[in-house]
């Protein structure tokens, strides 16, 4: 019988297509003490908990934003027919490689596919016990290995092999083995490789975006100085046009808002910084993979979420989650950020050490990204919240930035 118990986290991690756009999310299960999959909770009940405490709980739709969402099964829920309780066409079912003997789960997984469902073969490690189930599944994930070109060659058999299957590689840390990899034919990409700036003490910055950085700076100072910011707003016709919009899309009144004043003090202090900030990140990067702009809202609306009964530190949590991805966005160091900015001793110190009250809130979100919730409880503690009220947590603050990016 398969154990329901409370789920304690759920995150998910972005699947990049060759263009570096989002194709999917995979749904991963971790609990508060164990770093990668927990040890001490079987697959079983983490499948159930996946299920029945977040798919069924939050939306398949919320947790994925309209995207596959990729799932790990165990071998009693693939044979009990779990996976019948949400739609095939939002999901991608992962066959984990723990299952010892993978030819007994075939009658099960064709049953499935006969309605629809698609199966991906988790951790690929060619193991002949595979290569039956090898000849069914449409996606095949390979981990990079120490050796990248060993994970390349892998690739390259693989879609010799099987060239109409989807070879999707993991744990992609860097840009140099993204386009290696990418140049080795896989078609999907996982990893926080694009969280990472391209080019360190990158000194030939383009000017436009200086401007942009320059628009931050005023947002980023409490209390707003209305009148500089509506004077830096009026030279982007760009922006002006889209303030409007939202401004008379909020405002109740028959009246219409018709000039940049009128909208920057009708909408108020908060929405007008947050909408500056997102389509000022939006325009700093525009190379950018979208998901790269996504983790940056979700850090910022995590952070202020976690810190809510402060107003003054919820204000500077948000701003620290869009700052945390800005040596990325323009492919600088954080010297150049700090220095551009100006930014406070206490959001430098958060970013550089995660030191104090918000730099345990910004290493709770990166131990969140990465699956790295081994030292989660010292945090916990630090921040006097329990999992449930992280998990909510972080579940608005990725809705946010779904919505806030769609």
């Excluded at 990049?16 to 040890?39: C, G, I, M, T, W």
């Excluded at 009148?227 to 405002?251: G, Y």
Aim: hydrophobic share 40%.
């Amino acid at each position: 019988m398969i154990e329901v118990v409370k789920t304690k986290f759920v995150a998910r991690q972005a699947i990049l297509d060759r263009n570096e756009n989002v194709f999917a999310y995979e749904l991963l299960y971790r609990n508060s003490n164990d770093n990668f999959f927990p040890n001490n909770v079987s697959d079983d009940t983490a499948t159930a908990e996946l299920f029945f405490d977040s798919l069924l709980f939050y939306g398949i739709e919320h947790l994925g934003n309209h995207k596959k969402l990729f799932i790990n099964l165990s071998v009693s829920s693939i044979k009990s027919g779990i996976p019948k309780l949400i739609d095939p066409n939002n999901v991608v079912l992962e066959i984990i490689e723990r299952v010892k003997m993978p030819d007994e789960l075939l009658p099960f997984i064709l049953k499935l596919m006969k309605s629809h469902y698609i199966f991906a073969l988790d951790d690929y490690d060619s193991d002949p016990k595979w290569d039956n189930l090898l000849q069914k599944v449409h996606y095949i994930k390979l981990e990079v290995d120490k050796d990248l070109k060993k994970t390349l060659k892998q690739v390259i058999s693989l879609k010799e092999q099987f060239p109409s299957k989807k070879i999707i590689v993991e744990r992609i840390e860097d840009h140099k083995s993204f386009e290696l990899i990418r140049e080795a034919g896989a078609d999907l990409f996982q990893g926080y490789y694009f969280t990472k700036p391209k080019l360190l003490n990158f000194q030939n910055i383009n000017p436009s975006r200086l401007a942009i950085l320059g628009l931050l700076k005023i947002t980023l100072k409490t209390p707003l100085d209305f009148a500089t910011l509506t004077k830096k707003v009026e030279k982007d016709a760009a922006l002006v046009v889209r303030l409007l919009r939202l401004s008379n899309l909020r405002c109740k009144s028959s009246k219409k808002i018709s000039s940049i004043a009128q909208a920057v003090i009708y909408l108020g202090e908060n929405t007008i910084k947050q909408f500056v900030t997102i389509l000022s990140l939006g325009d700093l990067g525009e190379s950018k993979p979208s998901e790269l702009l996504k983790i940056g809202l979700i850090r910022a609306k995590f952070i202020e979420l976690v810190l809510v009964t402060d107003k003054n530190l919820s204000d500077m949590g948000y701003l620290l989650g869009i700052i945390s991805i800005f040596n990325a966005l323009i492919d600088v160091d954080l010297a150049f950020i700090f220095k551009e900015l100006s930014l406070d001793i206490e959001l430098r110190n958060a970013l550089e050490d995660q030191s104090g009250k918000l730099g345990y809130c910004y290493g709770l979100c990166l131990k969140i990204e990465n699956n790295d919730l081994i030292s989660i409880e010292e945090s916990e503690s630090y921040l006097n919240l329990d999992e449930t009220s992280i998990m909510h947590c972080y579940a608005k603050a990725l809705n946010y930035a779904d919505e806030s990016l769609s």
